[in-house]
């Protein structure tokens, strides 16, 4: 079955640390994107990404970084310069000929807590 | 920058009442699309709305995009337990020939049985 795996579920970083999360898609899509969730605020976008080897931040970007190396992987590293990292992290992918009927398709997030 | 408004936050209803959660944009909207994340989980697309005026309907799920392409609408009849979740609708704008996905707050709907 495609789909979008997120790993780990759940992940704890010590002040100070950097950690990555991956996300691979086995979907064949293009863009895939990196999305932030804290309790009642909704999906805040970090790094999106339309092609191989491209990618542009969003609208929280700063202390985070991307890589989009292969069609299939898009990980997130999030630095020591990100002061408050705790929270729900999102991975979607979509299809510009397909987001109409199937939207973005998301991953099973990574929870994130730093200790 | 661009901003999606929802409301409201958080809905509580008994089992068979009604439903409804409302999306407002400042500006005119591309496409608009809804999505369903059930409590533990990960959003899942339900819906994208195109054309000013448009209505579609799931089952016991309308939508609703406004005539100027700046708010839409999710309107449940008769709500059953599987529908608790949080609602979200995610404004398409078109930023230099590129599609931007903003999101609304969600509503959080909780369902007394």
């Known amino acids: 079955d495609g789909g979008i795996t997120q790993s780990p579920k759940y992940l704890f970083r010590k002040e100070g640390q950097n950690v990555t999360l991956s996300c691979e898609q086995n979907l064949n899509h293009d863009a895939m994107y990196w999305y932030r969730q804290d309790p009642g605020q909704g999906l805040r976008l970090i790094y999106y990404s339309q092609i191989v080897n491209d990618f542009q931040k969003g609208d929280i970007a700063e202390g985070y970084s991307v890589s989009r190396e292969k069609k299939e992987s898009f990980p997130l590293t999030v630095t020591s310069a990100q002061k408050n990292p705790t929270a729900f992290y999102l991975c979607a992918s979509s299809s510009p000929g397909q987001a109409q009927v199937y939207g973005y398709t998301f991953g099973s997030g990574t929870r994130l807590t730093v200790v | 920058g661009q901003q999606v408004m929802q409301i409201p936050q958080y809905q509580h209803v008994q089992e068979g009442e009604d439903f409804t959660t409302y999306c407002n944009s400042s500006t005119t909207l591309s496409n608009i699309q809804w999505y369903k994340q059930r409590p533990g989980g990960h959003p899942v697309f339900l819906i994208q709305l195109v054309k000013s005026g448009e209505v579609k309907k799931q089952k016991r799920l309308t939508f609703q995009f406004g005539e100027a392409k700046k708010n839409s609408s999710l309107h449940i009849t008769a709500t059953q337990t599987t529908d608790v979740g949080t609602y979200f609708c995610?404004?398409?704008?078109?930023?230099?020939?590129?599609?931007?996905?903003?999101f609304g707050q969600g509503t959080r709907l909780t369902i007394n049985p």
């Open positions: 995610a404004g398409i704008f078109l930023i230099q020939g590129a599609q931007k996905l903003v």
